[in-house]
Each structure stands twice: as C-alpha cells, then as structure tokens.
C-alpha cells in the first residue's frame, strides 16, 4: 500500500484545494444570482463544493480506485434526487427542491472530480482553469453584465490561479523526491509567490484603470444602440460627439434615464403602445393627434445642440408617473392649460392609451395633455399590455397629425384648406410678450444661421400670414430638382430616429444645401431655425409619429417602435402651439406592421370608486369596511376634509383582490392599507351627482348598504413583504430539506459504519471458519485467504509478485513466519493428488493462529484496530487479490 506523507497532504489542502475553493467563489456566487428564483444560496454551494473536493483529495491520495466510488456515488444522487422529484412535499412545490438539490449535487460531484484529478492529474489545473473561464463568459453572457470591473474580477482570478496552481504542483512533486524537507521554507516560497501574482494583478489594473473606464463608458453609451450605417471616421465622430454632449437631448437629460424608455426603441417593429384618440374631423373621418414626451425650447449656441429647458417641463407639460396614481383615480394639473395660450377652437379629448413594449412609468398623450386615469385591462388582454389608463387633452380643433402632403382624400383635403383659412385670419404678434417671442425666436449669431435666414426669406417672399410662410417652407423640402426628382429624401444615414440625436451645426448646413438627406430631426430643426429668422415662436416636439392604418377601428392606433419622432411645432396667437411636420414621407414608418383587427376592449365602466384606510376584514362573511377619504361616482369626484371622512362598509363576495398587477386572496388584505374599491353596479349608474349644499351623510342615503364591490386594489406588495411570504415557503421548504437531509445523512453515516465494519466481521468470518473447519483442503483456502488479508491490511503490499516469492521474500523475513511453506501445501492441495504428510497437516492446522500472533506483534493494538478498520484497504483487498490464482 501506498505510504502517505501527511506533510504533503498537508500542504497540498492548504495551498491547493482551499485555493481552488476560494477561486470559487465569486463564480458560485453569480451562479447563484443566475439562479436566484430558485433561491439557490452561494454560502451553500461553496460548502458543497468544499465538501466535495476535500473529501475526494484526501481519499484518492491513496490507492483507492476512482471509477467505482465515482460510480456509487452519482448512483446515490440520482436515487435520492428521483425521490425528490416524485414527492409531493405536502403543498410545497417539489420543482425546487429537486432543482435546488440537483443544483448542489451539481457542484458537489464538480468538487469530487477536482479533488481526486488535482491529486492525480498533474495538468487537471489548465483545465479547469479553461473551464471557469469559459463559464465565466457564459454567466457574462447571459446575465448581460455591463461592469467591465465585474468581468475582470470573474475572470481574472482564474488566470492567476492556473500560474499559482502550478507552481504548487510543482513544488509539491519536488518535495515528495527530497529526503529532508524545510516546510517552513515551502510554505514562505509559497506565500511570497502569491505576494508577487496579486501585487501584479493590482499594478496591472491600476495601470490600465483610465482605460477600464474608457471601456465602461463605451459599453454604457453603446447599449441599446443600432447599426446607424457606413460612414467615414469624422462623421462617426461627430455623431459621437453630439450625442456625449448632449446630443439628442441636450447636456441636462438623458432620453433614457429621464424617461425609462427601453433600450430597443429603434427602428423595428416593436409594439410600444396603443391609443383611442377619441378625435374626428366629422363622424367617419378620424383626426389624430402626434403624441408628446417633451420639447426641446433652448437652443445652446455653444455645444450647436437644442436642449430642454428645466424650467419649461414645469410649465407646458405635465408629466405623471403614471404607475403611482391609484387606480381609477385621476392626478390633474390644469396650470399647464394656461401655457398652452390656447383661446379659440379648443376641445377636449380624450384618450386611452395601452402600454406594450413602453415602460409603464413613461407618461404618452397627445398635447396638451392635463390629466391621468390609470384603469383596468380586461383579463384576455393582458397578456399583450402591461398597463393602461385614460388621458385628458386640451386639443385645438386645427391641430392634426395626418401625413397629408400627397393625400387625395377629399375630407381631409377640405379640413386643410379649412385650418389654412382660419389661420390666414390669425392675428400677428404684435400684441405678444417680448420675453416669450424673444425666447422662441432665438436664433444664433455665424455665416451658417445667416445664410438659413437669407435662404427662408427667398422662400417666403411675397407671403403676408404665418400661415402661408410655414407652407412655403413645407412646400420647399418637398419640391423637385431640375431632372424631376424630389430635392429632399428620407434616410437614416446620417444618424438615428430615435435619440432623436439633433444634428449640430456642421451637419445641418451639410443636410441643407448640400446631400438634402437626412431624418426627422434635421426636418424639424431646419425649419425651426427658417421661421425663427422669419420672427415666428418655433419649437421642436420629440415623440411619436400617428399613422393612421386601420379603417375597421376609427380612432385606434398603433405605435411601433420605428414611429419615434420629432416635429415642429409653431405658435399661432390664440390657437395655440400647432403642429406641423416638414419631414418628408418616410414609407418605413407609414408602411409599419399592421396592428392586429381587434383593439383592446375597455374595461366596464366604473359606477362608484372608493379610496381609504382599511379598518376591517371579515374573510368569512367576505365583507369590508374602509375609511372613505375620496370617491367617484359615475366620474364625479368628491373628495372628503378630515371631517366628512366615513366608515363605508361593502361586499367583497364577488371581488377581485389586486395588490398591484399581482392577485391575492382576501386574507393577505391588511389592516390599515390604504385600498381602492370599484363597483360596476349599474344599479350606482343611477345615482346622481352630489348637491354642494348637501352634506355627505345625506348623499350616502341614496347608497345601498353594503355597496357591492368587484375589485379591490391595495399597494403592491413591496419586496420584504414578499420576501417574508417567501420565507414562510421556504421555512417549509427548509424543514423538508432538513429532514431529507437528516435522512441521508444517517443512511452516509450507516454506509460509512458498515464500510468501517466490514474488515473487522471479515477477519471474524475467517477466524471462525479456521476453528470450525475440519477439511484441510477448506482449511488452507481459509488460511490462505486470511494471511493475505491480515497483510494488507497491515500494509505489507504483495503488489505483482507471485505468492511463493512474497512469502520467501516480504513476509517470512519481516515476521520470522512460515509462509513459504505454507503457500508450497496450499499448492500441493490445488495442483496436485498427493496426500499431505503428517507434519504438512499438522502446519497446516496450526498456522492460522501462529501466523496471526507473529503478524499482528509487530503492531500496537491501536495500530492493528486502525490498520483493520481502513475501508480502502478492505475494498483494494476485495478488488485486487486474486486469492485463487
């Protein structure tokens, strides 16, 4: 048998395998981040991993054969993990306890594999440090990481530990070939070796920390963005340039962060939202409206880039966080009505806008929108939308957002040349606040924005109204050059729609009198500087285009993503800021995907909405009473002082319970929740509006009581309170784990007592057998069997010598025994006829007894209880000795 150096074993599980589990770690610990709906815990599966690797280094330093044990185990884990998956676990879902425990299991044969090769093979660490690279990158891959300081410490350690690994293997096999070993020397080369790797590791990263962060800010300015075509390297700079500082929507905001907006909104054929404009030139003939996010009002001379004015978002939009408004209940702010210098042919319209693709948090309407109503989604549509509500417009009945440069629909022709009448008759501006017309025809000082006023000027020349100027303008970028081709076309190229990326002032006046290519942006910006030199209020809105697509569902639209706009917007005394789109027909963005036949249905029309605290809740007879602190009833609102506030009762026998989006059951209702309850009753349909002399206990006679209820919605449940249910789950969970791990730990424990066992009821068997036999023949087989069984498991190894050469040679000499000519009778009696002599019997008879004495003398009783107890030895003598040969 193999002698084992505990020295060296020593070293090779301090400065091998508790490397290797610590080089683990940061990787099991985004594994378990990959799998954290499974709750799968990193503190877990590095003790696993531990378990596994040490357990299997310190077994197969011996002899002990690799495939068998390898074998048995995986055996016992797919036993175990069978029954896992077949047990119900009483309600707990058995999916992810068997994928939990095949997780574990996972890595806990991953550490054994480590352990048994790190101690065999002795270029197993290239390997596996190829193999943790390569599931590095994948785990990179799939979780998206952008951090590149993240990447570097996923992968980094692994590169260093293949050079230190085998630096220790290396020392490690030098040692086993001295005679004398200073380990206290090996252990200082050690650690000074990994002094210098990681002093390295760190001079590296700070060397190259500037461009690490290079790197990150281009990952971070990269994401999300699309193939924008060729272009030459100072194009692609200036594009670059633009959008860093400040680019689409000036140095202040970012599209992105400000809004929430997807990373994808690009030119494709994503759904983002959609919308019932509930707008008409006349009964059959829509009139839609362009929807708004924001305008750019400020132009920075300095950077050549538009930017939003702070003060300006504050003034003429309003912007909720749609999300945070109660359902049903409606957030207005009618201060941005008085911006919107609307007087004359003013509606109200309203729209129900659908979200999709678009983040929730991002507020849509057409301008200028006042008012938001979150409402619910009818459940066989929520699957395709996420959220939903109802927004109020002030609309000017000349506002329109058709493509209508080339249309031959006579209404929609007879509505222009009505809007192009009304607006000749419009007053100037004289009458204007110099302030407002001096901050909205701002234009800046250079030979470029002179040469755009002297080419708006010939353009205009002649034309008395605003009117008419805007539509020379239009006219101009939509006229054709000397061959009859159109002057001006649609293209991408020379940036993206959806930044909305203005060009600065080198790229416009390139896109204006030379390639007259370009994108909505550079439409809306040339135009807003040509009628700003004219001394027309001009701005750019950014939103989204309206196409008009479908004639089975008047009033419904659909916007894609490729449907991110910019315009302009021009200010007309009394009728307000109107917008009028100079962009050349893009046939990408009107020839969109068809939005399905079927719009939305809305949602049954509410009759009573309730807001306040939750003060009971009776599960059993399905009832609740609310604290009432604002109602709706058939859409008028009636708020309540402090002292008007009534205890309501209601009956939940048919609602439905929302905590947010999520459906609950009524027990998880908490006391002291603020809740929102809806009633379709159309029976409250017939209930009338609240007198003002009235008081509030009177108009709730007309009431019935309780008031009956179909939904009610509370705060979503926030993550600790989920996690505390999740919790729960997992406390049973755990204690399910806990008692299969109690299980298998004493059927280990009762594998490892029998296998410690065994060699001592094996050496009881034949030492029974030897007294009880009275065959010589059945009593030298015995003899012969538990001569060579005592040997190994003392550790006198025959290895391939032939028995009669390790008796002469090993053992006889070693413990002055008989062995030799034993194992000549034990032949005699296999091979040959001839009777044995009185003597050979009597050696025969008494050799059990005499040889175990002489043998075991030679060892402490500890040592021989210690010797016989090995398993490995007891299964190398069960697997390897062919005792009938």
């Given at each position: 048998?193999?002698?084992?150096?505990?020295?060296?074993?020593?070293?090779?599980?301090?400065?091998?395998?508790?490397?290797?589990?610590?080089?683990?770690?940061?990787?099991?610990?985004?594994?378990?981040?990959?799998?954290?709906?499974?709750?799968?815990?990193?503190?877990?599966?590095?003790?696993?991993?531990?378990?596994?690797?040490?357990?299997?280094?310190?077994?197969?330093?011996?002899?002990?054969?690799?495939?068998?044990?390898?074998?048995?185990?995986?055996?016992?884990?797919?036993?175990?993990?069978?029954?896992?998956?077949?047990?119900?676990?009483?309600?707990?879902?058995?999916?992810?306890?068997?994928?939990?425990?095949?997780?574990?299991?996972?890595?806990?044969?991953?550490?054994?594999?480590?352990?048994?090769?790190?101690?065999?093979?002795?270029?197993?660490?290239?390997?596996?440090?190829?193999?943790?690279?390569?599931?590095?990158?994948?785990?990179?891959?799939?979780?998206?990481?952008?951090?590149?300081?993240?990447?570097?410490?996923?992968?980094?350690?692994?590169?260093?530990?293949?050079?230190?690994?085998?630096?220790?293997?290396?020392?490690?096999?030098?040692?086993?070939?001295?005679?004398?070993?200073?380990?206290?020397?090996?252990?200082?080369?050690?650690?000074?070796?990994?002094?210098?790797?990681?002093?390295?590791?760190?001079?590296?990263?700070?060397?190259?920390?500037?461009?690490?962060?290079?790197?990150?800010?281009?990952?971070?300015?990269?994401?999300?963005?699309?193939?924008?075509?060729?272009?030459?390297?100072?194009?692609?700079?200036?594009?670059?340039?633009?959008?860093?500082?400040?680019?689409?929507?000036?140095?202040?905001?970012?599209?992105?962060?400000?809004?929430?907006?997807?990373?994808?909104?690009?030119?494709?054929?994503?759904?983002?939202?959609?919308?019932?404009?509930?707008?008409?030139?006349?009964?059959?003939?829509?009139?839609?409206?362009?929807?708004?996010?924001?305008?750019?009002?400020?132009?920075?001379?300095?950077?050549?880039?538009?930017?939003?004015?702070?003060?300006?978002?504050?003034?003429?939009?309003?912007?909720?966080?749609p999300t945070k408004i109660p359902q049903y209940f409606s957030q207005q702010n009618d201060s941005v009505l008085i911006y919107d210098k609307m007087e004359r042919a003013i509606k109200e319209v309203k729209s129900t806008i659908y979200i999709a693709g678009l983040s929730p948090e991002v507020f849509v309407a057409p301008s200028t929108a006042y008012a938001c109503q979150p409402i619910s989604i009818e459940e066989e549509f929520k699957k395709d939308y996420k959220f939903a509500y109802n927004v109020y417009s002030e609309v000017s009945e000349l506002n329109s957002a058709y493509f209508v440069y080339n249309t031959t629909e006579r209404s929609i022709v007879n509505y222009q040349e009505r809007r192009y009448r009304t607006l000749r008759t419009a007053k100037n501006y004289d009458d204007e606040d110099d302030r407002f017309m001096e901050?909205?025809?701002?234009?800046?000082?250079?030979?470029?924005?002179?040469?755009?006023?002297?080419?708006?000027?010939?353009?205009?020349?002649?034309?008395?109204?605003?009117?008419?100027?805007?539509?020379?303008?239009?006219?101009?970028?939509?006229?054709?050059?000397?061959?009859?081709?159109?002057?001006?076309?649609?293209?991408?190229?020379?940036?993206?729609?959806?930044?909305?990326?203005?060009?600065?002032?080198?790229?416009?006046?390139?896109?204006?009198?030379?390639?007259?290519?370009?994108?909505?942006?550079?439409?809306?910006?040339?135009?807003?500087?040509?009628?700003?030199?004219?001394?027309?209020?001009?701005?750019?809105?950014?939103?989204?285009?309206?196409?008009?697509?479908?004639?089975?569902?008047?009033?419904?639209?659909?916007?894609?993503?490729?449907?991110?706009?910019?315009?302009?917007?021009?200010?007309?005394?009394?009728?307000?800021?109107?917008?009028?789109?100079?962009?050349v027909s893009n046939s990408d963005a009107e020839e969109a995907p068809q939005p399905d036949g079927t719009p939305p249905t809305p949602p049954t029309k509410e009759t009573y909405v309730g807001k306040g605290l939750i003060t009971v809740v009776d599960t059993i007879g399905k009832s609740m009473q609310v604290r009432v602190d604002k109602m709706i009833v058939n859409d008028n609102g009636i708020s309540l002082d402090s002292t008007d506030v009534i205890d309501m009762k209601f009956d939940v026998n048919q609602a439905k319970v929302f905590a947010g989006e999520q459906a609950i059951s009524l027990a998880n209702v908490k006391l002291g929740d603020t809740a929102v309850m809806v009633s379709f009753d159309y029976k409250l349909g017939r209930i009338r509006p609240k007198y003002k002399s009235e008081t509030i206990e009177d108009y709730m006679?007309?009431?019935?009581?309780?008031?009956?209820?179909?939904?009610?919605?509370?705060?979503?449940?926030?993550?600790?309170?989920?996690?505390?249910?999740?919790?729960?789950?997992?406390?049973?969970?755990?204690?399910?784990?806990?008692?299969?791990?109690?299980?298998?730990?004493?059927?280990?424990?009762?594998?490892?007592?029998?296998?410690?066992?065994?060699?001592?009821?094996?050496?009881?068997?034949?030492?029974?057998?030897?007294?009880?036999?009275?065959?010589?023949?059945?009593?030298?087989?015995?003899?012969?069997?538990?001569?060579?069984?005592?040997?190994?498991?003392?550790?006198?190894?025959?290895?391939?010598?032939?028995?009669?050469?390790?008796?002469?040679?090993?053992?006889?000499?070693?413990?002055?025994?008989?062995?030799?000519?034993?194992?000549?009778?034990?032949?005699?009696?296999?091979?040959?006829?001839?009777?044995?002599?009185?003597?050979?019997?009597?050696?025969?008879?008494?050799?059990?007894?005499?040889?175990?004495?002489?043998?075991?003398?030679?060892?402490?009783?500890?040592?021989?209880?210690?010797?016989?107890?090995?398993?490995?030895?007891?299964?190398?003598?069960?697997?390897?000795?062919?005792?009938?040969?």
């Amino acid at each position: 048998m193999k002698h084992i150096d505990y020295k060296e074993l020593t070293l090779g599980l301090l400065f091998l395998i508790l490397p290797t589990i610590l080089i683990m770690y940061p990787l099991l610990g985004f594994l378990s981040e990959y799998y954290s709906l499974l709750f799968v815990n990193k503190h877990i599966l590095i003790g696993v991993f531990a378990a596994g690797i040490i357990t299997a280094y310190l077994l197969h330093k011996t002899k002990i054969r690799f495939l068998i044990i390898f074998g048995l185990l995986l055996l016992v884990i797919n036993l175990i993990y069978s029954s896992i998956s077949a047990s119900s676990f009483n309600e707990f879902d058995a999916y992810y306890v068997a994928n939990r425990f095949k997780i574990n299991t996972s890595i806990f044969v991953f550490g054994w594999f480590s352990g048994f090769a790190i101690s065999k093979w002795r270029y197993y660490l290239i390997v596996f440090s190829i193999l943790l690279t390569t599931i590095s990158v994948i785990l990179i891959s799939d979780m998206e990481m952008s951090n590149v300081k993240d990447m570097i410490w996923l992968i980094a350690p692994t590169v260093l530990y293949l050079f230190y690994g085998l630096y220790v293997k290396e020392l490690l096999k030098t040692i086993r070939n001295q005679k004398k070993t200073n380990y206290l020397m090996v252990v200082l080369r050690i650690f000074l070796f990994s002094l210098i790797a990681l002093f390295l590791f760190w001079a590296t990263i700070q060397l190259l920390d500037t461009k690490i962060n290079h790197i990150q800010n281009e990952i971070t300015q990269g994401q999300g963005e699309d193939e924008e075509g060729d272009s030459d390297d100072e194009e692609d700079k200036e594009k670059k340039d633009s959008k860093d500082d400040g680019g689409s929507s000036g140095a202040k905001f970012n599209l992105d962060d400000y809004l929430g907006l997807r990373d994808r909104l690009s030119v494709s054929d994503e759904l983002l939202f959609c919308a019932n404009i509930d707008n008409f030139i006349n009964e059959s003939t829509p009139n839609p409206q362009y929807i708004t996010l924001y305008h750019l009002n400020q132009y920075n001379p300095t950077l050549e880039q538009f930017e939003i004015d702070p003060d300006s978002i504050v003034r003429d939009l309003f912007l909720p966080n749609p999300t945070k408004i109660p359902q049903y209940f409606s957030q207005q702010n009618d201060s941005v009505l008085i911006y919107d210098k609307m007087e004359r042919a003013i509606k109200e319209v309203k729209s129900t806008i659908y979200i999709a693709g678009l983040s929730p948090e991002v507020f849509v309407a057409p301008s200028t929108a006042y008012a938001c109503q979150p409402i619910s989604i009818e459940e066989e549509f929520k699957k395709d939308y996420k959220f939903a509500y109802n927004v109020y417009s002030e609309v000017s009945e000349l506002n329109s957002a058709y493509f209508v440069y080339n249309t031959t629909e006579r209404s929609i022709v007879n509505y222009q040349e009505r809007r192009y009448r009304t607006l000749r008759t419009a007053k100037n501006y004289d009458d204007e606040d110099d302030r407002f017309m001096e901050y909205y025809t701002e234009v800046p000082d250079g030979d470029l924005y002179n040469k755009i006023g002297q080419l708006a000027d010939s353009l205009t020349e002649g034309d008395q109204t605003t009117i008419d100027k805007i539509l020379s303008i239009r006219n101009y970028f939509l006229s054709e050059d000397e061959n009859g081709e159109p002057l001006y076309t649609y293209t991408l190229t020379p940036g993206k729609p959806t930044d909305p990326n203005i060009p600065n002032a080198s790229m416009l006046g390139e896109f204006i009198f030379n390639t007259h290519e370009g994108y909505c942006t550079y439409y809306a910006t040339s135009s807003l500087f040509m009628l700003r030199s004219l001394g027309i209020p001009t701005r750019v809105a950014v939103g989204f285009m309206t196409v008009d697509r479908s004639h089975k569902t008047p009033g419904w639209y659909w916007f894609y993503a490729d449907q991110a706009h910019a315009w302009t917007q021009v200010y007309i005394p009394e009728y307000g800021w109107l917008d009028f789109d100079m962009t050349v027909s893009n046939s990408d963005a009107e020839e969109a995907p068809q939005p399905d036949g079927t719009p939305p249905t809305p949602p049954t029309k509410e009759t009573y909405v309730g807001k306040g605290l939750i003060t009971v809740v009776d599960t059993i007879g399905k009832s609740m009473q609310v604290r009432v602190d604002k109602m709706i009833v058939n859409d008028n609102g009636i708020s309540l002082d402090s002292t008007d506030v009534i205890d309501m009762k209601f009956d939940v026998n048919q609602a439905k319970v929302f905590a947010g989006e999520q459906a609950i059951s009524l027990a998880n209702v908490k006391l002291g929740d603020t809740a929102v309850m809806v009633s379709f009753d159309y029976k409250l349909g017939r209930i009338r509006p609240k007198y003002k002399s009235e008081t509030i206990e009177d108009y709730m006679t007309l009431f019935p009581d309780p008031i009956t209820i179909m939904e009610v919605h509370v705060p979503k449940i926030e993550e600790d309170k989920l996690n505390e249910a999740n919790e729960e789950e997992q406390d049973s969970a755990i204690k399910t784990l806990t008692d299969w791990s109690i299980y298998i730990l004493a059927a280990i424990l009762l594998l490892l007592f029998i296998l410690v066992l065994s060699p001592l009821c094996y050496y009881w068997w034949l030492s029974k057998k030897a007294k009880n036999n009275t065959s010589v023949v059945e009593l030298s087989q015995v003899n012969y069997k538990n001569a060579h069984f005592v040997l190994n498991q003392m550790g006198v190894q025959r290895g391939h010598l032939t028995p009669m050469v390790y008796a002469r040679d090993i053992v006889d000499p070693k413990f002055g025994t008989h062995f030799e000519a034993f194992v000549k009778i034990y032949q005699k009696l296999k091979y040959s006829e001839d009777e044995l002599t009185d003597d050979e019997v009597t050696l025969v008879q008494g050799f059990h007894s005499d040889f175990n004495q002489k043998v075991l003398s030679k060892y402490t009783k500890s040592q021989q209880f210690i010797n016989f107890i090995k398993p490995n030895k007891w299964i190398h003598y069960m697997l390897n000795l062919n005792l009938k040969k």
